[in-house]
T-cell receptor
Framework: EAQVTQNPRYLITVTGKKLTVTCSQN?????MSWYRQDPGLGLRQIYY???????DKGDVPEGYKVSRKEKRNFPLILESPSPNQTSLYFC????????????FGDGTRLSIL | GQQVMQIPQYQHVQEGEDFTTYCNSS?????IQWYKQRPGGHPVFLIQ?????EVKKQKRLTFQFGEAKKNSSLHITATQTTDVGTYFC?????????FGEGTQLTVNP
């Protein structure tokens, strides 16, 4: 089944403790991105990747890192999480570039205390 | 930078009433996409509009792309309880895909 898989689905952690949210897609998609969703603000793009080893900042990249060493994986790294990063995070992928329909993962709800 | 604004933020309707959400961009878009997110779920792609003035229909849903390619709308005729959710537009321009804030639709049976 074609899908985008995120892990973990839920995480409660404390300020400053490094964490990684994994994202994997099995559709051979070139374009992958991370969004955060906050009430009243919609989906805001954190980082995106056009292909392996190519990443770029979205609208709200501060406090986040990403890597794209393999085509299928696009992990989101919070080196030193802070409470303002408490949010619902979605990973998405598309066949190529941003114009193609985005396929979203089920989301990861992060709570930073 | 590019901004995509969506109104209204919330809409409550009685089942059977029509519903419309509007999307406006600060820049000309190369295309616009629409997504639906059910409560507790993830956004699911509905449709993509590319041409100026384009109109597409999916059963009770009608999507329009403005002549200037800076605005779009989604209209649902005779809403049903299954239409409940948040509807997002996403505009593509340059190297970015920017989502609107979404319109949360509730339908009273």
């Amino acid at each position: 089944e074609a899908q985008v898989t995120q892990n973990p689905r839920y995480l409660i952690t404390v300020t400053g403790k490094k964490l990684t949210v994994t994202c994997s897609q099995n559709m051979n998609h070139e374009y992958m991105s991370w969004y955060r969703q906050d009430p009243g603000l919609g989906l805001r793009q954190i980082y995106y990747s056009m292909n392996v080893e190519v990443t770029d900042k979205g609208d709200v990249p501060e406090g986040y890192k990403v890597s794209r060493k393999e085509k299928r994986n696009f992990p989101l790294i919070l080196e030193s999480p802070s409470p303002n990063q408490t949010s619902l995070y979605f990973c998405a992928s598309s066949l190529s570039r941003k114009e193609q329909p985005q396929h979203f993962g089920d989301g990861t709800r992060l709570s930073i205390l | 930078g590019q901004q995509v604004m969506q109104i209204p933020q919330y809409q409550h309707v009685q089942e059977g009433e029509d519903f419309t959400t509007y999307c406006n961009s600060s820049t000309t878009l190369s295309n616009i996409q629409w997504y639906k997110q059910r409560p507790g779920g993830h956004p699911v792609f509905l449709i993509q509009l590319v041409k100026s003035g384009e109109v597409k229909k999916q059963k009770r849903l009608t999507f329009q792309f403005g002549e200037a390619k800076k605005n779009s709308s989604l209209h649902i005729t005779a809403t049903q309880t299954t239409d409940v959710g948040t509807y997002f537009c996403a505009g593509s321009s340059g190297s970015r895909l920017t989502f609107g804030e979404g319109t949360q639709l509730t339908v009273n049976p």
